[in-house]
């Protein structure tokens, strides 16, 4: 039996002690507890009272003779605790000592006072166990040092280290204040099905299911574009949802087959306006979450305070690929440098594809002042109006900050007649394989018939962006709980 496995069984039989002094190890408890936050924030209001009662989880423990010091944690702070035999009840003393682990949950009723070294402190009378803790926790100071096991028991890493709690509690804020934001612009937020009969909205493998009383088989979404384009044609102006979309892809730094999106579309407006609303929407944002107008890139501050950036697709292209005028290569050359650049195209026959795979591996991590990529090739862009000034490239853009794609946007094509013919071309590539295209959609083609506004889209990725907020490079460190495998 392993040191863990003995540790496991001795804290079984103190939930059993517990059970033979007819005391329930896991109570129904519904009073009303003073949280810890509350306890230090109003310190001098409750020192006034005779009594408190409070409620957390044991994550430190010092014995001194017939005394102890214990400090307890309930998610909104720490609080010290003192007990000593002659102030607690009747065996309340020996009860703690004999059967309390740090890791229980455990309530509290005492007084207020501060101690000789001015820490602020509650003077116990009397304690309930509200949870036993089974397991011991990861030792404070080396927590969990299995990466993989971090991701897999992330709710221990988060337990144990504070710069984890407080890079997902900016999570929450960001997304909190891109809906505030959104709210106040006027936006309405929608929820659209997560279950499609036909993937769209994006370039994309999609993972297939089976219902079995429809006995029809189904998609998780890979966007929510087609859906949130309909309600354009229903006369919704505005229109946003947050998200998640699933894709059927490979998982690296900056892919999860499960992620967050913010999608947005609105009326009467295309990519150009679009891009000065982004400038406008993550300067707030990033104001209200941080106070500032600069973010962390490893060593490098990335600035929101100016006008963002623009690059042509083949600007990019030629200054961090090599690849002189994308416009003019040839095919074959084209496959020759990304083999060159070690990427895998096999099976990829569009040119704007390829490019692409060159553009995401090689140009896009050397951009990192905020950007926008501009003139992406129709060939990639089926949902995109085609910029009428410029020949076979798509009135879209990519929004680029630390080395990430951060948004993608263009100016949303509603002519139906054009529609259809890319949805064909996308269905020949289908039969000749390739598994990322947008498949035909009859259904939306026949809500465009009705009419679409002129109307400009964008998705921002909230997981890359809370990667450029907390500064990290692995897009798993800002999962809750990323996609795995499954242990044997």
């Known amino acids: 039996m392993s040191s863990l496995d003995e540790i496991r069984e001795f804290r079984l ?27 230090r924030d109003s310190f001098s209001k409750y020192s006034k009272s005779k009594r408190v009662k409070t409620a957390g989880r044991i994550i430190a423990f010092r014995e001194h003779g017939k005394s102890f010091f214990a400090d307890i944690f309930d998610g909104t702070g720490k609080f010290q605790i003192f007990g000593k035999l002659d102030e607690m009840k009747e065996g309340e003393f020996t009860r703690f000592m004999d059967t309390t682990d740090i890791g229980d949950f455990i309530a509290v009723e005492g007084s207020m006072f501060v101690t000789q070294k001015k820490e602020k402190s509650i003077l116990i009378t009397s304690w309930t166990m509200l949870a036993k803790s089974i397991r011991s926790l990861p030792e404070k100071w080396h927590g969990l040092q299995d990466v993989e096991e971090r991701f897999r028991k992330r709710y221990l890493d988060i337990l144990m280290n504070d710069d984890i709690r407080t890079r997902f509690l900016m999570r929450s804020k960001i997304i909190s204040s891109l809906r505030g934001i959104l709210d106040k612009e006027g936006f309405i937020e929608v929820e659209t099905p997560l279950l499609h009969s036909i993937p769209g909205g994006a370039l994309a493998r999609p993972f297939a299911t089976h219902h079995e009383a429809l006995d029809h088989d189904f998609y998780l979404r890979i966007a929510p574009e087609l859906y949130l384009k309909r309600l354009l044609v229903g006369g919704i102006p505005k229109v946003y949802e947050l998200g998640r979309n699933f894709r059927n892809e490979g998982i690296d730094m900056t892919h999860n087959p499960e992620f967050t999106m913010l999608e947005l579309y609105e009326a009467f407006k295309n990519a150009s306006h679009h891009r000065a609303f982004l400038e406008k929407l993550l300067g707030g944002l990033i104001r209200q979450v941080t106070g500032g107008s600069v973010l962390t890139c490893g060593e490098e501050k990335i600035l929101f305070s100016k006008k963002f950036t623009e690059m042509g697709f083949s600007e990019a292209l030629k200054r961090y690929a090599l690849i ?73 853009y990519l929004l680029i900050a630390g080395g990430l794609e951060i948004a993608n946007g263009f100016s949303e094509l509603n002519d139906p007649v054009e529609q259809e013919k890319r949805f064909h071309a996308q269905e020949e590539a289908h039969k000749a394989g390739d598994s990322e295209v947008t498949r035909m959609d009859e259904e939306f083609l026949e809500a465009l018939e009705y009419g679409m506004p002129p109307a400009a889209g964008l998705g921002i990725g909230i997981d890359r962006l809370v990667m450029l907020f907390t500064n990290q490079r692995n897009i798993r460190e800002v999962v809750l709980f990323p996609t795995l495998r499954p242990k044997d």
């Open 13 to 39: 039989k103190k939930r059993e002690m517990l059970i033979q002094k007819g005391i329930e190890p896991y109570p129904r408890d519904g009073e009303a507890f003073i949280s810890l936050s509350d306890l």
């Open 324 to 396: 002189a005028d994308f416009n003019s290569v040839s095919q074959s050359d084209l496959v020759l440098r990304a083999r060159q650049l070690g990427i895998d195209i096999a099976g990829v026959k569009e040119r704007g594809k390829i490019a692409d795979e060159i553009f995401k591996k090689v140009c896009r991590p050397k951009i990192i002042q905020p950007t926008f990529v501009i003139d992406i090739p129709q060939d990639i862009s089926p949902l995109a109006k085609a910029n009428p000034e410029k020949e076979n490239v798509a009135d879209r």
